[in-house]
């Protein structure tokens, strides 16, 4: 397409617009080479890693022993390099590429060794043989980014398509989805199919004391003879809960399955086909039903008929991770904003948000205030002992006060059923707002603000306030989206700075590291990845860090190099996306290289899902004279405004070495099918 008369700075080629960015800045801005810095560093950190933490053949050194047995632990080790491939589609080293490539066949290949103790191995056909997808979501966001990154790769390909099929039930041996129904049949699915089989196994039956019990509490406090934690180190009573969690847990459909959107996603953005995006519409708007039918709260199981409650006496809680146990809105909050955001990409209907904000907001109608700060409740369950150490930092019985209600006497652990009280988590209301642009949602990121610990004003390691590890080392939501609205001009060179210092004191635990390898865990790696990429997302993109359970990357801009016809930021470029509205994005784009031009081509949405209209760019072509031998900013005229139509999925900018522009791109949302796609 043409898009109106070329100014001479503009060149359209191939249907796309290329301006020019010669602009100097003087001194390059600080951000510009802090970002760069922190690429650079990540860059060079890839072999402490794979020298010294996985076995020559990219297999893991956990389990320690090949005669492992077990359902669990696949997740962590495709978690240990989740975030590789998106370091690389955000600019890193095409190294990192390469090993994400070679540590998922290598882990894949790996764990089809091991045995479940069902006759089977681990991984079967190159694929989870049946677990949960609170777990899976986690595993399998190394493979989307990996599908992201590099979608010209056809046995990523191949896996996406043959993945996706084990929900429409095109493998014989794998019906893990009823359409009549529109419910996934077990909590536990995968290449075998629905894995009721796990609740027999040795995980669950008997289900002894753990040490995790300490904060995720009982599963059901109706059990015989188990009123703590602490009685489940007697072995009839560790059988008899085994028992009922076989019972209860074992068959039908659980919110966390909303993580298989994801995967839908994934195999609809590689080839279109309707089937992929009828799914997922399909799938979420049934749950959306169930909220509607159910008072405005999702229920948390779903019977093999398509009753809620049907193994649980009717209860709409007490589902495996659901409201009850272990992690409550947690894992609830991540699966419907994961579908939210797929069915919203999929069909750009917008309404598919209320599938995660309704939640939300029925949670928010319950909470307190406690020093300044709002208080949500975020698990929900029947009459029993809830004595927790709160995964969430959550208030304890002492510490939440009781306006609710006034006449209450003392202070309240639980209030209605609902319990582990804790500060706003803000990825879901961020990731709302992102994708709505909706003031409303922004104007609940003001009120949820954690004040205790003030988050919308200081780098804070998440970790500092809220005893949860973030695995994704991120947490930075509120204090990125104060930048975006003007309140904390600092916050690019703080949160770069901070992620320099995660990379080098996790390079310095490397270096002094000592444990013996006999006593590593399946999180060993996890602890160890020096990788860190919140604050790339925020900055180059202008997007929130996807959601860590199995959430695609959401973000209205993207990059591609076409020098090195890779995707990414250029070497020598930084770019800082400092203002997002519903129909416009603001981005400076810094070429720091002191003799070299740099192109950069900008994709209007992660998978082009968005067009650019029109952009607005300065332009100081001519603003040194010819008899002006050095710089000088007393020689800069005013700045040349340009202004270029576009009406495009693409926007290419030629920089000028040492220069800068800061460019105001107008755009439509959702106008366009999403696709995993290169632009050459």
């Known amino acids: 397409m043409t898009a109106g008369p070329t100014p001479d700075n503009a060149s359209a080629s191939n249907d ?40 020559p053949d990219g297999s893991m050194m956990w389990p320690t022993s090949d005669d492992y047995v077990g359902v669990d632990a696949l997740d962590d080790a495709y978690e240990s390099f989740f975030n590789w491939p998106l370091f690389y589609l955000l600019g ?40 949960d997808w609170f777990h899976q979501s986690e595993g399998y966001t190394m493979f989307y980014y990996l599908s992201m990154a590099d979608p010209e790769h056809p046995l990523t390909r191949e896996r996406a398509l043959r993945f996706a099929g084990l929900y429409l039930n095109e493998d014989p041996a794998a019906v893990n989805w009823d359409p009549e129904l529109r419910i996934v049949k077990a909590p536990c699915t995968g290449s075998k199919g629905p894995a009721y089989r796990n609740f027999s196994g040795a995980q669950f039956n008997p289900y002894w004391y753990a040490a ?23 072995e009839a009573n560790a059988i008899a809960m085994g028992a009922v969690l076989q019972q209860r847990f074992s068959r039908g459909d659980v919110p966390s399955n909303l993580a298989i959107t994801s995967l839908m996603t994934n195999a609809f953005l590689y080839t279109g086909q309707p089937k992929y995006r009828d ?13 509607a039918r159910n008072g405005g709260v999702i229920p948390d199981n779903v019977g093999l008929s398509g009753r809620v409650g049907e193994y ?13 146990w272990p992690t409550g809105w947690e894992s609830i909050g991540s ?28 949670l928010l109608d319950r909470a307190i205030l406690f020093e300044g700060t709002l208080h949500m409740p975020t698990r929900y369950g029947e009459d029993g002992n809830y004595e927790l150490n709160s995964i969430f930092g959550g208030l304890r019985g002492e510490e939440l006060l009781a306006p609710l209600p006034p006449e209450a006497p003392g202070p309240l652990l639980r209030h209605d059923g609902w319990f582990d009280y804790a500060p706003v988590n803000p990825d879901v209301p961020a990731h709302l707002w992102y994708l709505s642009m909706n003031e409303a949602d922004r104007n609940r990121l003001e009120m949820i603000q954690n004040r205790r610990m003030p988050d919308s004003t200081t780098v804070l390691n998440p970790a500092s306030w809220r005893p949860t590890v973030r695995k994704n080392q991120s947490g930075h939501e509120q204090a990125w989206l104060s930048f975006l609205a003007g309140d904390f001009p600092d916050y690019p060179e703080e949160i770069l700075r901070y992620n320099l210092a995660q990379v080098y004191h996790r390079l310095r635990l490397i270096r002094n590291d000592q444990q013996d390898p006999a006593t590593y865990g399946d999180y060993y790696l996890q602890e160890r990845n020096p990788v860190t990429v919140e604050g790339l997302i925020q900055l180059t993109l202008g997007a929130p860090m996807p959601m860590y359970n199995g959430g695609l990357l959401m973000a209205r801009l993207r990059y591609f190099d076409p020098g090195r016809r890779r995707p990414g930021l250029p070497e020598d470029v930084a770019a800082l996306v400092s203002g997002v509205t519903a129909d416009r994005l603001t981005v400076q784009l810094v070429n720091l290289h002191p003799t070299a031009a ?34 000088d900013p007393a020689d800069m005229p005013d700045v040349r405004q340009r202004s270029q139509a576009v009406n495009s ?19 439509d949302s959702f106008v366009n099918p999403p696709a995993h796609q290169m632009p050459w």
């Open 312 to 324: 649980l006496d009717g209860r709409w809680y007490g589902g495996y991770y659901g409201w009850s």
């Open 92 to 131: 890193g080293s095409k190294r990192y590429l390469a090993a994400s490539h070679r540590e998922f066949d290598a882990i894949t290949r790996q764990f089809a060794r091991y045995q479940t103790g069902f006759g089977h191995p681990m991984v079967v056909n190159e694929y989870e043989q049946g677990y």
């Open 649 to 667: 999925q693409w926007l290419a900018v030629r920089l000028s070495p040492g220069c800068q522009s800061t460019l105001e791109i107008e755009m």
């Open 335 to 362: 699966a419907t904003m994961c579908a939210a955001e797929n069915a919203t990409l999929l069909t750009g209907d917008l309404s598919f948000l209320d599938l995660a904000r309704s939640q939300l907001e029925r």
């Open 212 to 234: 995790h019990m300490d904060w995720a509490g009982l599963p059901f406090h109706d059990v015989p003879g188990v009123s703590t934690p602490e009685d489940l180190k007697d």
């Open 598 to 631: 740099r192109e950069i081509l900008l994709s209007a949405g992660a998978f082009g899902e968005h067009r650019f209209t029109t952009v607005h760019y300065q332009n100081l072509c001519d603003a040194i004279g010819p008899n002006s031998p050095h710089f």
């Open 16 to 55: 796309r617009i290329t301006i020019s960015a010669d602009a100097p800045f003087g001194l390059p801005p600080t951000w510009a080479v802090l970002q760069r810095q922190l690429i650079d560093v990540m860059n060079l950190a890839i072999d402490s890693v794979l020298d010294r933490y996985v076995h």
């Open 279 to 291: 799914w997922v519409e399909s799938y979420s708007s049934a749950w959306m039903e169930r909220i």
